[in-house]
């Protein structure tokens, strides 16, 4: 059974930076795509940032040459660089791993970690 285990978040100063990290295990399973998304009370939860297996990114327009996405095939670990952050960058932050299923696609999520941004 796939894992995604996060780490990093917290509190952190307007114009500050901060990263997030997260491992899957418990599965063979490649994954196509490896990302994060993010979620404030009463909103949907919205792509942040994703990085596919050939190293294409996709990067919400709001977090466009702030926050860097990167990842390593082999260990199946994703890594969010945000810098210069700011208060409406306050949310909870979601890993994601997609992989290829049975005429399907299978989403896979960690378990959410807060970033407050705030002076």
């Known amino acids: 059974q796939v894992q995604l285990v996060e780490s990093g978040g917290g509190l952190v100063q307007p114009g500050g930076s901060l990263g997030l990290s997260c491992a899957a295990s418990?599965?063979?399973?490649?994954?196509?795509?490896m990302g994060w998304y993010r979620q404030t009370p009463g909103k949907a939860r919205d792509l942040v940032a994703q990085?596919?297996?050939?190293?294409?990114?996709n990067y919400a327009d709001s977090v466009k040459d702030r926050f860097a996405v990167s990842r390593d095939n082999a260990r199946n670990t994703v890594h969010l660089q945000m810098n210069n952050l700011k208060p409406e960058d306050t949310a909870v932050y979601y890993c994601?791993?997609?992989?290829?299923?049975?005429?399907?696609?299978?989403?896979?999520w960690g378990q959410g970690t807060q970033v407050t941004v705030s002076a």
């Open positions: 994601n791993a997609r992989a290829w299923g049975l005429s399907r696609w299978d989403d896979y």
């Open positions: 418990g599965s063979s399973r490649r994954f196509v795509t």
């Open positions: 990085i596919t297996n050939s190293g294409s990114t």
